[in-house]
């Protein structure tokens, strides 16, 4: 049975997600936005993620009881065939560096690896043409999207780099919930659209479930509620 997409193809149709899209980390956040591109019809996605399923990723990412001990992109890349009959494609590996084309998610679970990424694979290389970023702790979710060679973007997003121990919106990147990391996982692929579509995309969103607020930015430009 072929996949019909008609229900959604005045808001984005499939010849404009025609695009490169490479995801590093398939975690609480890449795990939900995965299966949220695929399920809109983004045929070129790449998964990047060295682990493998533990207990503690059952609750709040899509991997179940038979997943342990499978190599997360393994299992993801089953689970997204099975509901939307494409299978992505993967590497249990982390992102290698260099330059990937088109747009590149960043969804990884340290801000240490986030500033790897953004120096080996990302900043002022012209084939990356977003970079989004999202990062999760408790009920706050938060996403960054920026041109990575547009100055003032580079600017921006660097100044939201900072180290581990160091306090940000996001008050722990150990600590989540199933519902939230569904919900940011539903924004990245909402950004993805944006930009398929050539709506505005770059900015910030900022999310809190536990207080239902949503804030908008967009770069050097202040807060909307």
């Given at each position: 049975?072929?996949?019909?997409?008609?229900?959604?193809?005045?808001?984005?149709?499939?010849?404009?997600?025609?695009?490169?899209?490479?995801?590093?980390?398939?975690?609480?956040?890449?795990?939900?936005?995965?299966?949220?591109?695929?399920?809109?019809?983004?045929?070129?996605?790449?998964?990047?993620?060295?682990?493998?399923?533990?207990?503690?990723?059952?609750?709040?990412?899509?991997?179940?009881?038979?997943?342990?001990?499978?190599?997360?992109?393994?299992?993801?890349?089953?689970?997204?065939?099975?509901?939307?009959?494409?299978?992505?494609?993967?590497?249990?590996?982390?992102?290698?560096?260099?330059?990937?084309?088109?747009?590149?998610?960043?969804?990884?679970?340290?801000?240490?690896?986030?500033?790897?990424?953004?120096?080996?694979?990302?900043?002022?290389?012209?084939?990356?043409?977003?970079?989004?970023?999202?990062?999760?702790?408790?009920?706050?979710?938060?996403?960054?999207?920026?041109?990575?060679?547009?100055?003032?973007?580079?600017?921006?997003y660097e100044s939201t780099l900072h180290d581990?121990?160091?306090?940000?919106?996001?008050?722990?990147?150990?600590?989540?919930?199933?519902?939230?990391?569904?919900?940011?996982?539903?924004?990245?692929?909402?950004?993805?659209?944006?930009?398929?579509?050539?709506?505005?995309?770059?900015?910030?969103?900022?999310?809190?479930?536990?207080?239902?607020?949503?804030?908008?930015?967009?770069?050097?430009?202040?807060?909307?509620?």
């Amino acid at each position: 049975m072929t996949t019909d997409y008609w229900r959604q193809d005045e808001l984005v149709r499939q010849d404009q997600l025609d695009v490169p899209i490479t995801l590093a980390g398939a975690g609480g956040i890449g795990s939900p936005a995965a299966l949220a591109l695929a399920k809109l019809g983004c045929r070129r996605l790449t998964v990047f993620d060295p682990d493998l399923v533990e207990p503690h990723n059952v609750p709040n990412q899509l991997y179940g009881p038979a997943d342990l001990g499978r190599p997360k992109v393994e299992a993801l890349a089953e689970l997204i065939e099975r509901l939307t009959g494409h299978r992505p494609e993967s590497a249990a590996a982390v992102l290698p560096p260099g330059a990937h084309q088109g747009v590149l998610i960043v969804a990884v679970d340290s801000m240490a690896a986030r500033s790897g990424i953004w120096q080996a694979s990302a900043r002022y290389q012209p084939a990356v043409q977003l970079l989004i970023d999202a990062r999760m702790g408790g009920e706050v979710g938060r996403l960054l999207a920026i041109s990575p060679t547009d100055p003032d973007d580079v600017a921006f997003y660097e100044s939201t780099l900072h180290d581990d121990a160091d306090a940000d919106p996001e008050p722990c990147f150990d600590q989540s919930v199933g519902y939230a990391t569904l919900v940011l996982g539903g924004l990245v692929a909402a950004a993805v659209k944006r930009f398929a579509t050539g709506e505005p995309t770059r900015g910030e969103t900022v999310i809190d479930l536990a207080t239902l607020t949503l804030l908008t930015r967009t770069i050097g430009g202040t807060f909307d509620g």
